[in-house]
């Protein structure tokens, strides 16, 4: 049973575009989000996070929406640019600090 | 600093052969991890540690044994290597159980 889910597998966005990354969980004592983004090759490196008692939160071009009535979470790129190509995770993490559990990524492909 | 660092990077294995996969951080780190990504998987956590001297089983622990001996060093595995355990596998510590920083990873595969 997925607890964390990212239904889309790919993403085609155009250079200078917003890219919108969703994220989907099932588990509701998850307080603590977090975006991993992965080249070829290379280990996941971490991107932005939020916590529970937020709804928002901004890093330059990245901002993350978490809509906890919903058990959403979105991650937004604006503006998109080529080195944004990547595998983007989405991760969650319940009190206690349990493991984090990831989604299956979604590849972002933003074409210039 | 070089954070978590796996060795080895690449690796074959016949069926049958056993390995272990040696990962390693510099961040005096509490908790370590050990995923494996599969295409279309994800990142799926076979094992980890809360702590020097603990282990714990994560979602996919078959076929795997760990050990955590000093705090630095999380020890990765494979008794008897089978073609499933193809895959790339990361390591990962974090400091509190939130925000983990990976390896570079290791590419095993199986024949």
């Known amino acids: 049973d997925q607890q964390v889910k990212q239904n889309s597998p790919s993403l085609s966005v155009q250079e200078g575009r917003i890219s919108i990354l969703n994220c989907d969980y099932t588990n509701s004592m998850f307080d603590y989000f977090l975006w991993y983004k992965k080249y070829p090759a290379e280990g996941p490196t971490f991107l932005i996070s939020?916590?529970?008692?937020?709804d928002k939160n901004e890093d330059g071009r990245f901002t993350v929406f978490l809509n906890k009535s919903a058990k959403h979470l979105s991650l937004h790129i604006v503006p998109s640019q080529p080195g944004d190509s990547a595998v983007y995770f989405c991760?969650?993490?319940?009190?206690?600090?349990?493991?984090?559990?990831f989604g299956k990524g979604t590849r972002l492909s933003v074409i210039a | 600093n070089a954070g978590v660092t796996q060795t080895p990077k690449f690796r074959v294995l016949k069926t049958g052969q056993s390995m272990t996969l040696l990962c390693a951080q510099d961040?005096?780190?509490?908790?370590m991890y050990w995923y494996r990504q599969d295409p279309g998987m994800g990142l799926r956590l076979i094992h980890y540690s809360v702590g020097e001297g603990t282990t714990a089983k994560g979602e996919v622990p078959d076929g795997y044994n760990v050990s955590r001996l000093k705090k630095q060093n999380f020890l990765l595995g494979l008794e008897s290597a089978a073609p499933s355990q193809t895959s790339v596998y990361f390591c990962a510590s974090s400091r509190d159980g939130g925000k983990a920083f990976f390896g570079q990873g290791t590419r095993l595969t199986v024949v």
């Open positions: 939020i916590s529970s008692i937020k």
């Open positions: 961040m005096n780190h509490e908790y």
């Open positions: 991760a969650a993490s319940g009190s206690g600090n349990t493991p984090l559990v």
